[in-house]
């Protein structure tokens, strides 16, 4: 195994769609030796992970981590990341170095510079989380793995009141207080229904950005429709990338056996649909790894996408939702009394 992997997290079937094009946009974007790695938990399903066994080098079976402070979820308004502290055995990973991004982050360049940064055991790198900048958003992390930081984390995992926002993000910030700061570009956060994207900044920043990250509760799986979605309009060319990917490799049945596994409904895979089948089946171990297997529509990549830098085309109507317009700009506002000022005659040199 080489070094560095880059390592993704699946708790639940329902993200299958986001791991999966996260791994197929790693792959391609990536010239760095490295391992790509998803951590599944048991509750994933058999049909799941088959799927993932396509695009992943290693799906390590991992047990549920289960918050002790529900109540934090339910004040970030998400009581459904009940089981994000399974990303604790990140640090359990026999890499030196990982870099881990969330299911719903979707890379537009190449990440691999970050396998580059210096690292000490216990060190994280992590861009500003938008809501609160003094913490980092977990969503994309650079680590060591390390047996006593691991130690430390299950610990702390198994303790009420660990975790401020009921989730890892909480807890990693209470754990790594001198987190060393990685360049937003890294993890350009956006929320659907949120009310401020600050656009001035991602537009001058447009060339720069390496990920972008959906977070909340909405995700761009969940809707083709950009429009009923509810981003902020400077999402949609990100939006557009996840469908892209998407669509390159999951179309026809191809397509609907992604949405039935990750509905959950866990059907063996028609015959044809994989190659080959992942005849390991997982045992108790849970630290057991399928090896990668490949299929016939691998071997010759049909993406018509180029790597490099996405252009960010902001739709017309945005940009003219932008433009200083002369005619809208209003007239400075006058009170009543103005309209019958009277231009002065005489100065007294005291007014001068
Ligand atoms: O049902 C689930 C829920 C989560 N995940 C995995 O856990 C990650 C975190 O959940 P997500 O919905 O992406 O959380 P965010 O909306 O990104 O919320 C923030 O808050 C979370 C809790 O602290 C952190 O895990 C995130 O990194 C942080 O961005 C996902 O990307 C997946 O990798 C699943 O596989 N299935
Ligand atoms: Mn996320």
């Known amino acids: 195994m080489s070094a560095n992997a880059y390592a993704t997290l699946l708790t639940s079937d329902s993200y299958l769609p986001g791991a999966l094009v996260l791994g197929r946009r790693l792959a391609l974007l990536s010239s760095a030796p490295c391992s790509l790695v998803v951590l599944v938990s048991d509750n994933v399903s058999k049909s799941s992970r088959q799927l993932l ?46 870099v881990y991004l969330d299911a719903d982050v979707v890379p537009v360049q190449s990440l691999d510079l970050l396998f580059e940064e210096e690292l000490g055991p216990g060190d994280v790198l992590a861009a500003p989380d938008s809501g609160w900048p003094d913490y980092f958003n977990s969503g ?14 299950i610990n702390e995992a198994a303790k009420e009141g660990s975790s401020f926002d009921g989730g890892d993000q909480g807890l990693f910030n209470t754990v790594f207080p001198d987190w060393n700061r990685l360049s ?4 350009v956060t956006q929320q659907a229904s949120s009310q401020y994207e600050y656009l001035p900044a991602l537009l001058a920043n447009a ?25 902020p309009d400077s999402s949609r060319p990100f939006y557009a990338a996840w469908w892209d990917t998407f669509d390159t490799h999951y179309f026809g049945e191809r397509a609907a056996a992604v949405f039935t596994a990750s509905s959950g409904v866990d059907t063996e895979l028609p015959e044809g649909l994989l190659t080959t089948t992942v005849d390991k089946t997982l045992g108790e171990a849970w630290n ?52 019958h000022k009277v231009p002065a005659t005489r100065y007294f040199p005291e007014d001068r």
Do not use: M
């Open 140 to 153: 994309v992390l650079v680590l060591k793995p390390h047996a006593a930081t691991y130690d430390e984390l």
């Open 184 to 187: 937003f570009c890294y993890n």
């Open 53 to 98: 066994a396509e695009v992943y080098d290693s799906v390590v079976l991992v047990p549920r981590i289960i918050s002790k402070d529900i109540p934090n979820l339910h004040l970030l308004g998400r009581p459904d990341l009940e089981d994000t502290l399974t990303k604790c055995h990140l640090w359990n990973l026999p890499f030196s170095k990982v």
């Open 288 to 339: 057991l790894s399928l090896d990668k297997h490949v299929n016939e529509w691998d071997r010759e990549e049909t993406s018509g996408y180029t790597p490099g830098v996405l252009e960010l085309n902001p739709p017309k109507e945005l940009v003219e939702a932008y433009e200083v317009n002369d005619d809208k700009v209003e007239p400075e506002k006058q009170f009543p009394w103005d309209a």
């Open 207 to 231: 060339s720069k950005v390496r990920a972008f990250h959906f977070i909340g509760s909405q995700k761009p799986w969940e809707s083709r429709a950009f429009e009923t979605c509810g981003y």
